[in-house]
Each structure stands twice: as C-alpha cells, then as structure tokens.
C-alpha cells in the first residue's frame, strides 16, 4: 500500500506565545512558564506539579501542563514514551477545558502534529516496516485528541496492515465505519480483512451496506459476490451476478465468476454460456479458459451417469420389460453416448488453449492435462491421449 488515504490541510495561525498570557499569582506557574522558554521540561513539569497540588483547580496550571507535554512530546522518538506524554497531555488540557479555559487551538495543533508524524513514520515503512508499527500509534494519538474524526482511524488501520496485524487492524476500521467513513476502500479493507479471518456473514452485511453507498464501485459489488459465496448463500450470489451481468454484460470478470460458480452448482450449460463469453472478451484468459472445458467434461461426465443409470435398469428389469420399452432405453443410451462424445470433443480446444496460456506462465499443468486426457480418450485420439500422459501423471498406465 502506497498512499495515505487523507491529505490533511496545513493549519495555520497557532503561534504559541509563551509569557504573553500576562503573570500569575502562583510563583510555580511562573516558574514554569521560564521553564518552558528555555526547554527545560522537567523542572516547568516539577513547578506545574507543585502548583496543582496546592490548588487542584488552577486551571493556567493545568493549561501549561498540556503546554509542557506538547513540546517536550515532539522530541522524543520512542513510540510508547511519545505516547504516555500525549495522553498525560490531553488529560492536562481536558482538565483545563473543565475549569473554564478554551484549549481548542492547543488540541487542533497536536492533533496536526501526531497526524503529520503518522503520515512521516508511514513513508518511512517503505524503507523499514517498523515505522509502520510507529505510524500506526502516532495516528492512534490522534484518534485521542479528536475521536470524532475517521481519518486517523482508516490511516491507523492501513498502517497495521503494512506492519503485518491484520487482526489488530480490524478494529480502527470499524471505528471509521460506525463514524459513517465515505471512502469505499474502507469498506474493501475491512471486508476483506472480516474474510481472512473466517468472518464471512460479516463480510456480507459491510459490503451491502457499502453497496447501497457505492452503487458503481466494482471493487465493492466483486467483494460481496465473493462474501455471497464464502458464507455459503450461493442463490444469493447467483441473483447479484445476473443483476451485475445484466448491467454490464462484457464484465469479463463477472461473466467468468458466474460461469464458475455456475459450474460448480453444476448448471453446465448456463457455465458454459458464460465461460465462452469470458473468453471470447479475454483470449488470453487461461482460467476461464480452463473452466469451460471443465464445464464440458463434467457435462460428458453427467452424460455417462445417465448412461450408467439406464443401464443398471436394463441389466436388473429386462425380463420384466416389453421389447419397446427396451428399444426405448437402448436409443437413449445410444444418443447420450453420441452427446458424450462431442462435450468431451468441444472441452479439448479450451483446454489446449488453458495448457498453452498456463505453460507459458511456468504454472502446473497436472489439472488440465488430467482433462485433456480424459477428453482424448474419450474421442479416440490415442496419440494425443499419449502426448499428455506425463504432465497428467499416467505414465505408469
């Protein structure tokens, strides 16, 4: 992943005027303020400390206490140590705004700083995957100091998904969503995520609540047809992929998904309709390529348990059949025995053409020369049957 998803706008106008606020009856809170001019944070956070146990409820004090931890946050570098400043200051400036005072532009100005660190410590993970772990608390600061904003949470989000906790990445996305995030790949991610993780029915609820937002968004509309199939509601998926073929019918993409899926239900002639018209819109499509003539195959398979079927019948009820009837029966097995033949002779050019594309690739070839085989066999053409026979694994046969 190579961008931030949110490019935040330079704030202007806050110039901390240190001294400017006038003098204070406490001499600590004087005291500190020089601390603070010359950087010596310790000391103006000892004097604050003093000032606020003699009066809980100096509000300056506790104004220049988050002050104090603003600054001093800013040079340090380890994650965790930055961190338990920034909430010990937006604990400071919380108490402040109880006693009365407006510390809006203090917490705007941090807000900005943790948030421009999160998207520095990010661009360095390109170099070195730790930052990402450090970006990731940087935009975890900001989410303290504005909860109310999604931005922090999606960027939190991409940055332990950089890191590699995926598992941890799950709940910053959920944050952004419950606040009603307007971008779509938020919705992707954490779909995504939810299906990693065996939650699949999840999957399903996020993404059609993201496909009523983002009626035209491919990503989207591909994403819950996949959580349709993976959480098991196949008529589901079946209704949104016509619905989507319908709309878009030289969708490659959805014409091939269909077909498989299509295959897989076992509906041949419907998945060979929508794998022909894969591959006749992507000619170098090897994997639809190779599912119709799996359609094909299973289709001739189909035809010889019919086959089969008709026979045992024959074979057990013979003596108790009239000559018609057998007649009947042995027409049929002669013309499904005919229609075998040509659906394993139309699976052999698909599947030639799913062998070229897939050997070109350096791609196991077991699959489809295992069809192709079969498909030989089955329609007299031993030499090519042989020429197949290694890469099928029959070469002891």
Not at 63 to 69: A, E, P, Q
Not at 84 to 107: C, F, H
Not at 109 to 125: S, V
């Amino acid at each position: 992943m190579k961008r931030m998803p949110f490019v935040l706008a330079l704030l202007v106008g806050f110039v901390m005027l240190a001294g400017a606020d006038g003098c204070s009856s406490d001499p600590n809170v004087e005291g500190a303020k020089l601390d603070l001019r010359n950087k010596d944070y310790d000391r103006a956070l000892e004097n604050l400390e003093t000032a606020i146990a003699s009066n809980p409820d100096n509000a300056e004090a506790h104004k220049l206490k988050g002050d104090v931890l603003q600054e001093k946050a800013a040079i340090v570098t380890d994650i965790a140590e930055h961190s338990s400043m920034v909430d010990q200051m937006i604990t400071a400036y919380g108490r402040a705004t109880e006693l009365g005072l407006d510390v809006s532009r203090e917490m705007a100005l941090a807000y900005y700083k943790e948030f421009d660190l999160g998207g520095k410590a990010f661009n360095r993970g390109r170099d070195n995957k730790d930052a990402y772990v450090d970006a990731a608390g940087f935009f975890r600061n900001a989410t303290k100091i504005y909860p109310d904003s999604s931005g922090p949470y999606v960027n939190m989000a991409y940055s332990l998904i950089n890191s590699g906790n995926l598992t941890e990445a799950v709940a910053p996305f959920e944050k952004a969503v419950q606040m009603g995030d307007k971008d779509a790949q938020t919705y992707v991610f954490l779909a995504d995520l939810y299906n990693q993780s065996d939650r699949s029915n999840d999957a399903v609820a996020l993404l059609e609540k993201a496909s009523a937002m983002f009626p035209d968004n491919t990503d989207i509309q591909a994403q819950l047809l996949n959580a349709f199939q993976a959480s098991g509601q196949i008529d589901r998926a079946m209704a949104k992929y016509e619905e989507q073929i319908a709309s878009d019918p030289d969708n490659k993409l959805y014409r091939y998904n269909y077909g498989s899926l299509l295959l897989q239900a076992e509906d041949f002639g419907k998945a060979i309709e929508n794998l022909t018209r894969a591959v006749e819109l992507d000619p170098e499509y090897g994997n639809a390529f190779y599912n119709l003539g799996a359609a094909y195959v299973n289709q001739a398979v189909e035809y010889s348990e019919e086959i089969n079927s008709i026979d045992d019948e024959l074979r057990s009820n013979r003596d108790n059949m009239s000559a018609a009837d057998i007649s009947a029966k042995e027409a049929r097995m002669e013309e499904l025995a005919e229609t075998r033949r040509v659906s394993f002779a139309e699976a052999i050019g698909p599947l030639e053409r799913a062998k070229e594309l897939t050997e070109a690739k350096g791609e196991d070839l077991t699959a489809i020369c295992m069809a192709l085989f079969s498909a030989y066999v089955q329609t007299d053409q031993e030499d090519m049957a042989k020429s197949v026979q290694s890469c099928a694994g029959y070469e002891d046969m």
